[in-house]
């Protein structure tokens, strides 16, 4: 049950399924007031009706739709959002070697912050932590993924961590509050109790710590998320790349 308290409010994007599905529901559980932007939101409150979680609001929206964003990121008339999770990508097509929209997570940073932007110019408050999905294998300073790994994510995921790359550098530039997050390779969609390790690097000076690893599940990627970015904000990841590993 969630009392009439104030309390922290996240927008999420692309949370329907997958590594934002799994934040969103840790965040949901601790009481937080959460916002999710879904194309097809009859999706989400399949999995999470509205009637078991009164603290979730749904909007019917695309990432790349500047006033659905707008919507979104306000907590209330003026406010805008505590925290913001983007986890949105693209579907796989194997065939071609590439994904459905090559430039989804690039249009949709670029979306994203032309809407705070705007929010701001009309008056709303408020300093967002935006914490991104991004991919391991997309340092700037060196290997972070298994040598092993290397030509496989050559050969299939270098559409895809293009894409991812051009969202981080806009974040990084953007002058916002943020964490990236950088998964290794995400097997599968269940939640374990496998402890996560986490290297960090700053984006503009290297590596402080690495964490060098084969896979993670998307549900253990969501739940670190929430647990340490969401729920308890740990400092040290703020205007930092977070690459975590099961």
Not at 149 to 174: C, G, Q, T, Y
């Amino acid at each position: 049950m969630v009392d009439d308290t104030p309390s922290e409010t996240i927008a999420f994007i692309g949370a329907s399924g997958g590594v934002g599905l799994a934040a969103l529901k840790h965040s949901l559980d601790s009481g937080r007031r959460c916002v999710a932007l879904c194309r097809k939101p009859e999706k989400l409150t399949t999995i999470m009706p509205l009637e078991k979680y009164p603290n979730l609001r749904v909007m019917q929206g695309n990432a790349h739709d500047v006033a659905a964003l707008s919507k979104c990121l306000l907590a209330r008339p003026g406010v805008l959002v505590d925290q913001i999770v983007s986890t949105i990508g693209g579907a796989f097509i194997a065939s071609k070697l590439t994904i459905d929209d090559p430039e989804v997570c690039a249009k949709g940073t670029a979306a994203l912050l032309e809407a705070l932007d705007g929010l701001r110019r009309n008056g709303a408050l408020g300093r967002p932590h935006i914490i991104v999905c991004s991919t391991a294998g997309t340092s700037k300073f060196g290997r972070d993924i298994p040598i092993a790994v290397v030509p496989f994510h050559h050969i299939f995921l270098k559409v895809p961590a293009k894409d991812k790359v051009i969202m981080e550098d806009r974040i990084v530039a953007s002058g916002e509050n943020f964490t990236i997050v950088r998964p290794s390779i995400m097997s599968s969609e269940e939640e374990t109790t496998k402890t996560v390790r986490v290297g960090i690097e700053d984006p503009k000076t290297g590596v402080k710590s690495s964490a060098i690893g084969y896979s993670i599940t998307k549900g253990d990627a969501g739940r670190w998320i929430a647990e340490v970015l969401i729920l308890t904000k740990s400092n040290e990841y703020n205007h930092m790349v977070a690459t975590i590993t099961s």
